[in-house]
Structures are given as C-alpha cells and as structure tokens.
C-alpha cells in the first residue's frame, strides 16, 4: 500500500533518513564496547558491521518491494490478520524500546556531563514535546529534521576531528589484524548493534516516492555512517591509549575537551546541547514508527497511540540503572534475533509463498 | 448585513411616484447635495452627490455647462466628456456609486433612469521614494496607497497582456477594492485559485491595509513567521510576478503582499541584483549570520554566565567576570532588563515624529546605556551583546521579518535561563521544527528542505546572471525558464585572449 | 485555543519563577584555576587551591589557599568553609604536584582531574622541585594570576620552545600506554621567579629521575613529533654551533637479534644556524658538511647516555616498548618489563643546516 504522494518524499532524501536512523547516542560510546576484545583492530569490525548491514538493507528493499507497502503488510500478506498484525507489534515495540533507549542514554550524558541533578522527566518532557510536535507535522516534516540535523550539527561535529587529529598517534592502530577471529566476530556484533536502525526503513518504505530509485541512496546513506562510525572510531583509538579508552564511559566527548577557540573552550558542553537535535530528530523517527504501526495494528488515531507511547516513555526514563542495562540487552537481542536473522527468513518465506500461489493459479 | 436587507426590501415596494429610496436614504447626511440645475424648467435635471466626495472643479468645468441644454440621458452620455459614466436603474448599483463619488443625474426628481458621472476626487499623495525598503542602489520608486495607481506602476514593467487582474471587494463596511495580480502561464493556477477562494471567503467589516488581507489569508496564523512578504517596492513586485508568484494590491495600502514566499526570501534585498554577484553573496551571508547573532548571542550570554563558566577562556574570564562583578541581578534579570529597555527606546523611536526619534536614539542609546553600566546595573560586555543584536536585528530587507527576530530571542532567553546550552538548542530545535511544518499557500516555507536545485540559482546564493535560469520550483511555476539563451558572452570561448 | 495558550501561559509564568537546575552564576563563584598537593606529616595530603577575586575596573588579585586532608576533594570541602563563595573547578589549568609527593605517586590526584568531566583535558601539570604551595604563595604573583602565568609560561615553551608537549591528556596517555612511562615538567621556585628546570620521568605514577634542561633538546625532538627549539653544541675543538630545529623527525625501528629487541633510532633534524663561533677568534666560512657531522656526533653520544640514564632506573619516556609492541604481534608485556634495562639502542642522528642566515 503506498502513501498518498503528498506525503511521500524524493528518493534522495533516503539518504538523510539512513544517515540520521544510524547516528544517536551510540556514537559517542561505542568506541569502548568494541575495543573490549578486539582492541584496536575493531575499527575493521566496524567496517565489516558496515557490510552487514548493506546486506541488510537490499534484503528488506526485496521483502518491501515485493509486496510493495511495509512490514504489516507483508505480515498480513503472509500470516493472515491476527498472527500477522501480533507479529508486526513486536517490531513495533522494538521500535518504540529503541527510540527510549536513546532517550535515557542522552539524559544520562546531560546528568553526567552537564547538570548533575537534572531530574530525568524534564528532558524527557521536553525531548518528548518537541517530538510530537514534529511528529504531528506528519512525514515530510520528519524527514525535514534528518535533513536538518546532518546540515547543521552533524557537518559541524565531523568538523571537529581536526582538533583531535593534530595530536594522534596513528602507531596505536599498529599492529593491524592482532586479534583472533572470534575477538573480531565480537567487535563486528557491537558495531552491529551501534550502528543498527536502518530498520525503521520497514515502516517508512511506503512513504518513498520512487523506492527503485531510492535504493541506490539508502545504500550511499549507510556507506555514509559507516564512514563516520570507522572514523570516529580511529580518532578515538588514536587519541586514547588504549587502556585508558577502556577506562572511558564517552570517548568522543572526552576528545572534544581539546577542542579551543581563542573564545570559547570545552566544546563538550556545545556538543552534548547540539546533540539535542539529533538525538530528537532520531527520537521523532522512531517514534513515528512505532506509532504508525500501532495506529494500523489496532485501527486508533495516531495522535493516540503517540501520546501513549510518549508517556510511557516518559515513565521509563524514570527507571534506575539496572532497568537501563536489562533495556539495552533486550533491545540488542532482539535486534540480532528480529532484524538479522527473522527478515531474512521472512524473505525466503515469502519467496515461496508467492511462487506456491503462482503455480496454483 | 443589516443595511443591505432593509435596502432589498424598500427597493421593491418604491414606485415611481414616491421619492427614489435610495434619494431616501442618502438625504440623511448633511453634506449629501440633490438639487436642480438651473431656476428655468427647460432643462430639468436633478443631480444628486455627497460634496465630500466629488470634485467641483470637474462638475463645474465638464458637468454643469451640458445640463443647461436641453437634452435625454442617453444624450448627455455621449456628450459629457467623463470617462466613467453609467446609465442604470439599479439601487444598489446607484448607491455604491455616489459612495464612491459619483453625480447622478435624474431626467426628474422622481425618475427612475439615472446617469452616474464618476468624478470623484482623488487626492493621494505623488508616487514617491520607497521609504521602508530603501537601497543605495536601483530603482527607488515606492506604492502609494491608491490601487490604480500602485496596478498602473507594475503594468508599467511588465507590459504583457499576461499580467492578470482580478479585482474584489472585500469588507462588509469598507468594500475595499483589493486585486489579485499573476502572470498568466508562469504562477501555478493552483495558487491563484487558492488566493482568489481564501480572499472571497474573508467575512470582516473593514480592511484597512494589505497586513488585514495577508494574515487573513495566512496558512498558519499562530505563527512568528511572517508567511508572505509585505513590499513597497516597485521592482521586488514585478521580480517576483515573472518567477510565479501572486500579488495582492488592497486600495488605501502602500504596501503589495506577495506569496509565496520561503524563509530566505527575507534575506534578499533588490539591492543584492545591482551588485556583482560574489559581493550580494557576502551580503546575504552577513544578513544571514545577523540573524543568528541576533537570536542567539544574548541567550547564550545568559546560559554561559548562568550555568556554563568553563566554557569560558582564560584571556576572557577577567574581561567577563570583571566587568559584571558587581551587577547584583542573575544574568538572566540583567539581560532582560537590557532588551527590554532597548526594544523600547526603538518602538518609542517608531512612535515619535520623525525629528523627536531620531534624538531619542542617541539619547537612549548612549546616554541610557552607559549610565547603566556606570551605575553597575548592567556589564558593559552584555551591552556590547545587547546593541550588536539589536543592530543585527534590522538588517533583514523584509521589515516583518526583522520585527519577528526582535521578538524571537526574548523566548531564547527564558529557556536558556531554565536549561542553559540546552535551552538555546531546545529554542533552535523547536524553531526548526516550527519552520518544517510551516507552508505559505500550501508549498514548504523554509527554503532549505528540500533542496531544490534553482534554491542554488538564486535563493541562498546568488549565482551570476547567465547561471540563473530556471524559475524557482517550489513555487511550481508553469514557465521553466527565465532565460532561453546560452548565456555566452563574447570573447574567445575556450581559450586565453591572445 | 484559549485553554492551550492559558496553560502554556501557566507554564510559563510557573517556569520563570523558579531555577530547578542550581546556577554557577559566574560572579558568584571562586572559580579555582590552580591546584597544588604537597606531602604533608603523617601521610596526610597539604592541598592548594588558587583562584581570582575579580573585582569592577581594576586587576584581579590571587587567592591562595591552602588545608590538610586525605584527598583532594576533602581539601576542597575544608576550604569552602573559608571563601565566600562556593569553590569549582571547571576553570582548572593548572595541577602542580611537590616532589616528595610525586616520589610516593600521583595516581590518586590524576584519577579527580580525570573523572570530573567540569575540568578539560588540556590542564596543564608540572611537579615542583621544593614545595607547590610556596610557590603558588609568591608575593610576586599576589596582584597577578598565577596559575594563568604558569600555564602559560609551560605553554609557550611546548610551542616555541624545547619543552616537549605535556598536558593532562599526555600524561594519561603515556601513563595508560602500555610499554611506555609519562614525564612532566619539573618546575622551581628560583629567588623571585619560577623556572622551569627539568623533566621529571615517571615509573608509573611515581616520580624516579629528572633530565636537566641540557638534554631538553634531544628528548624533544625524540618525542615529540615536530619540534622546533634551539640549542647550543660546544663541540671537541671549543667551536660554539648553535642550531635552531626547523623540522624533525625520530623513526623507531625494531629488530630482533637473538631473540631480544634491538632498537635503531633515527633522528632526522632540518635546522638552521643560530650562532656560531669557532675557537680560533677569527671569521671565517661555515662549513657545513664538518659541522653537521660533528654535531650528529654530539647528539648521538648524549642521546645514548639519556637512554642509558633510563635504562638504569628502568622508565621507559620514550615509549620502546609500545613502539616494541606495535613492530612485534607476539609481545608479552612481563617479558618486556624484564628485559628492557640491558635492551640495546643504537642512535642515528642525520642533521641538515639547510640555512646559516643571511651571512654564511
């Protein structure tokens, strides 16, 4: 089923979405979590997760393509009404998990680095408002802020490597390939899961104007972060030695600290505010997912199921840390099981059921 | 409403023995004149009209001399050498008529068949100087306030019968003539259609300028944003006529209203086109980071002093924190204090005739400011800040536009008191947002997204002229090309002179 | 409508009344901009804390204070009992450390600086030859802000100078790098003046050996990546070069002999001339090719006696073993630690004078 095309988007703009569905709060951290085993070869996990995930991409442009609406469809298309739409909610509430995940890492990094006694529900108050503000502005007005938030902060935050870059030690990277295979497999599954949501495409998709002519950016888009994710991920083990990168919770904000101007020092506390807006531009999109599905799933306005998905979220927020750590493995393995391993499967599936049908026609 | 139904009901019950109501009706008011021309019977003709509204040295010159011969209407009509005359019966007609200062002319005083000779007096002030919108350079001539006029200027530069007039009446008191200009075969009939349906849907009893009509019609009328550009100017008119967009001229208004328009609109200045195109690109730059310094530098002075020292280098640290040591309010009470007080030595300097303001600038300005400081009330960094802003405010082209800005920043202060950094991209986040959902008639009003390849043309930069050729395409225009030739110039094409 | 814009009013007005975050309102807090530790009796820990008093239309002048406790932030806490205002730290630049405290280890006062994510990573630290609180006491410095002039003093000699490049971040760097040792800068209260006079090298986080400010050159230039600096060589026939770094670069290469690590250390200096004054007090010519030979001579030999020095007490500033480590995949940090005392070096040094001035 494809949207209505005043609400569909250029195909171009894919790559903004890809880009701004990838890049969150993992990036700032993930340094640390893929250099446990593989040390400083993970940089190469990183690209190899960037591979992986590009596989990723043209099989749900198969899947989508094929039934040529998103993943309730296709649910629908194959296991009928009821399985199909309790299936499609489990993806919905991954979505929705995601989407809180990054919530709580963001005021995690503001009470740390900002304002220690912050109290979690005002920002999630204020992330959560302008989320739905921009949500309720419908599709195009989402895709305006990926747009937006890879012009303004993002461009800017590359930009900001330079600083870093002038006191490296590029013989840390040395030697290359020191690690066993296993330690690699290890760096790869992390890097997967710091780069992964490119998933939100499943929803998305029938909001494309011309998705043929869209695939070719979607797959420029994750060529794009894993660019960025592999360079972030060399400044970093270049700065940091690498016992004292295992000792450090945000690596790149820690590597923002040399950053200064003759009139303004500790670009860190810029960065974490300019985060801001990618952080709730990914947040929007998620969420958007999340409660599209749920508007379809159960045939509610989507004004509601937003609103409940926001309060919830709000709620949430407001869990300790050991909910935090439980989250975070939760929404790891379902990201391995559902995206990498289910998808796929539902490919082949669906594969044969259309050919079955063929043949009995 | 009221005047027209008991008008319809009188209308049908008159006769031709009882007085004309509508003689009736308009003999009320003092200075409305219904008399006989001459003291003989032999040219009996009655004429009827509001001496504050005709012009007697045209009724005593053109008029009067042919009302003594004896003759028919229909003869007076080819003779009288008015160029606006009508022969009717219709009440209505004849009424709105001599409101607009019209003579009517009656074979009898009870006749029915009436002539109408427009010879209102129309006095308006000369076509003059642009004085909102002024540029050193180019074309200075401004709008006045009467719709003819203001229509005849833009003929004037676009002499093609495909510049299109449609003329209305809005108001239920004021019956404002407003027109809808557009090229035909350029602007998207979509939008004309859209503008002509939004104007004859307005139900209000006065209209007084074209701002009445323009947030009228607004598509979003919650927003700070001005979504269609309010101009005086002659040329910025007719530019924006060829590219596809439509013109709204209300009589008694300066000002034309455009539409539509995106957010960098605003940035532009006519001035921009009389210079080589590398400097209007500085200078839309300078507009554009204006802008930003405008809304952006008090509220961070407010967070960085507030809540974010270290963000502060060491060179600056005494020049900051020694010049407010002894300022005994919050940042955020100081900072308020200074905007405040300077939006009000502006909006006093807009409110006072024109010789008073000016003074009171400098006395405000100056005098206020530095006494502040002396007396310790205020940092005298902060009023570096505040005036920089304050300046940079005005440099918008659009003077809506930079009126929005004046008033954006007072909410960036607020939030950057409760979030510090925070708030300040909180403010950008959701002004963003604000500008993605907005639309002026339907098509995106911030520029930026999506990208459309003539907002390289002429939009953000300004590319030479032999590089802008397309219409910009948001507006959906029906002509793609602004120019058709290749753009060459003379001059060896691919090599060096020799 | 009405009801949003009431509640958005409400909100408002609700809002502007109240801070919920606290304020570091600039002019009502003692920003600390330098710290000192010093050993004091009975393992107790003598802190120094240095900031401005800003006052209107006039210079700041320099709070020194100072207390006894057992870590740093105690020492910040008994001192707040004193200032008028509450004490923060996110303007530190400057950490100082007194040599007896730095004998015993540093690591506990690193790991504060550290994980207070309010202070950056390009504090400057040094270690005081004497005490760190006397220093920072300077009647000299009471009307000038001390902890700036020491930042900066530091700070110009790593860019023009031949101090090598230090901060919080190398420090950590080095001291987290495996196979390699950090080094500060050695800095004495000298008469009125404060002088920088060495570079302590660490074991760990522990103080061992210092090189004095002869030998800066050749450390610089081995460690850091470009340097640029200036120094004297009086060579076997009393003739007076002084050369002036204009581009260097230091190449580790490891091989392996026998099974144990032999490192080439080549040093590539592009300098021009300074000074130069032969013995015989005449003018005459400077020949280049002699004199660069001569002087490659002079670094070789003092640049092997610093090893040497090292070697002895076992740092390892240079960084050998990570340099080891990256050459050789097999490498075992214990092994390491073992051999490297009797680990041989060679040095290579490869001067260019590229130019002697407008005289030749």
Redesign the interface.
Known sequence: MQANIRHQVSPYLVFFIIYNSQVGVGILSFQRTIAEKAGYDAWIGVLAAGCLVQAFIWVMYKLLGKINGDIIDVHTAIFGNVLGKSLSLIIMIYYWLASVSVLIGFIEIVQVWMFPTMPSWILSTIILLSVYYCVSGGFRAIVGMSFLSFIFPQILLIGLFIFPLKIAHFSNLLPIMNHSFMDMVDSIKSSVYSIAGTEALLMYYPFIRDPKASKKFAHLGVLFTTILYTISAIVSFTFFSEKQLKTTIWPELSLTKTVTLSFLERFEYLYISMYLIIISSLITLFLWCSSRGLKIIFNKKQKYTLLLLCLLSVILCHLNGSFKDMLNNIIIQMNLWVFYCYIPVLLLVLTFVKRGKQNDE | MNLKNSDKDKGEGSNKINNPNWLERLSKSNDFIHEHTSLKDEAPFWISYYRTLISSDILHKDVLPYLHEHLSLEELKSSIPVQEIIFTKDEDKIIQNILNGSLAIQKYQYDEDCLLINIANSKFRDVGMATMESSALGPQLGFIEELDTNINLVRKRLPVPELYVKEMKVGELSKTKVAVLYMNGIADPENVNTVIQRITDIQYDQIQDSSYIASMIEDNSNSLFPQSISTERVDRVAAGLTEGKIIIVVDGSPNLVILPVTLMESFIAMEDYSYSWILSNFFRLLRLAAMFISTMLSPMYVAIMTYHYELIPARLLETLVGSRAAVPFAPFLETLFLELMIEMVKEAGIRLPLKIGQSLGVVGGIVIGQAVVEAGLTSNVLLILVGLGSLASYTSPVYKFSNTIRFIKFPVIFLAQWFGLLGVFLAFLLTEIHLLRLTSLGRPYLSQYPIRNTSFQDLWVRLPFSMQKENPTTLRPQKKWKSTGKGKKMGPANDFYE | MMNRSAFCLFL?LL??GC?????????E?D?S?GVGYDLSKKSNIKGTIVF?I???????TTEVRAAIGKSSKEIRTILNNETRYPL?S??L?VALYGKNLAKKGINDFVDTINRD??I???VQMAIVDGDANQLYKMKKFKND?VS?HI?ELLEQNMKMGILP?TNL??F???????G?DPYLPLIKKEADNIRITGVAIFKDDRYVTSIPMKDFFIFKALVDKNSIGLRQFILANHDKVVLETLKSNAKYKVKIANGRPEFTITLKLKTRLQEFAPSEKKRQAFDKKKYQKQVEQEIEKSALSMVSQFQKHSVDPFGLG??F?????GFNEKQWNEGYPSVKVYVHADVEILQTGSID
Request: aromatic share 12%; glycine share 4%; no cysteine.
């Open positions: 408002i809002l502007s801070n919920f975050l606290p304020t570091n309102i600039v002019n807090i920003m901009q401005p800003f006052k209107k239309d006039k210079t700041s923060v996110g303007q630049r994510p309010s950056g990573s390009l802000n700036v930042q490049q971040q190398s950590l760097f080095q001291f987290f790098q495996i390699q990570a340099k480590k990256e050459q050789f995949r």
